[in-house]
């Protein structure tokens, strides 16, 4: 599993609320990425990191944000939860190696 | 731009049964390809990668430039490859990002 773990791993939370979603990695990749999940959607990227403070938008990042303050841990911010951030929410990895990427075992974020 | 394209959401088959999950890409270099499984509630892994050219649990994927396809097959399926199957792509510039396609859900009966 790469060293990678989410946190938490459900949450419900009503609309207009932040909520924080953590991923921590214990074996110091440079690359770490938040992606969605959503049926008939696939994967889709958030946002991404290259480094520690070191970030950049993806495909759907409108009201989310990001911070990585140690190479460690990636935080997803969701700064005022709507329902349609309701979704099943992976971290990555990237070795660089290979290129692929090694996933958490996600969240499952509820909005009500 | 990079794009993935699984034209099936459901493929449902027989035990015993060939199969073969279609995935199609646009992009204008030379593309990495990868093939991710997820099992029921499970986190994605990493099946194949078109540059490793390897079979894993049975399966394997060829990247056909001229058509511009890497399709994932398998002679005789299991019920127990009844999972997520997401096609992705790299491009050969720039950051490591994947494209993934929307997923094929693969279902073996028995």
């Known amino acids: 599993d790469a060293g990678i773990t989410q946190s938490p791993r459900h949450k419900v939370t009503e609309t207009g609320t932040p909520v924080t979603l953590r991923c921590h990695q214990t074996e110091n990749h440079r690359y770490m990425y938040w992606y969605r999940q959503d049926p008939g959607h696939g994967l889709r990227l958030i946002h991404y990191s290259y480094g520690v403070k070191d970030t950049d938008k993806g495909e759907v990042s409108d009201g989310y944000s990001v911070s990585r303050s140690k190479t460690e841990d990636f935080l997803l911010t969701l700064e005022s939860a709507t329902s349609s951030q309701t979704s099943v929410y992976f971290c990555a990895i990237s070795t660089g190696s290979l290129n692929e990427q090694y996933f958490g075992p996600g969240t499952r974020l509820t909005v009500t | 731009a990079q794009r993935v394209t699984q034209p099936e959401k459901l493929l449902s088959v027989f035990k015993g049964a060939p199969v073969e999950l279609k995935c199609n890409y646009s992009y204008s270099g030379s593309p990495e390809l990868f093939w991710y499984v997820q099992y029921s509630r499970q986190r994605l892994q990493l099946l194949l990668r078109h540059i490793s050219r390897e079979s894993i649990k049975g399966f394997t994927a060829d990247l056909n430039k001229g058509e511009t396809s890497f399709h994932l097959k398998k002679p005789f399926a299991q019920e127990e490859d009844s999972a997520m199957y997401y096609c992705?792509?790299?491009?050969?510039?720039?950051?490591?990002?994947?494209?993934f396609g929307t997923g094929t859900r693969l279902l073996v009966s028995p």
């Open positions: 992705a792509l790299k491009g050969n510039t720039g950051f490591q990002k994947l494209v």
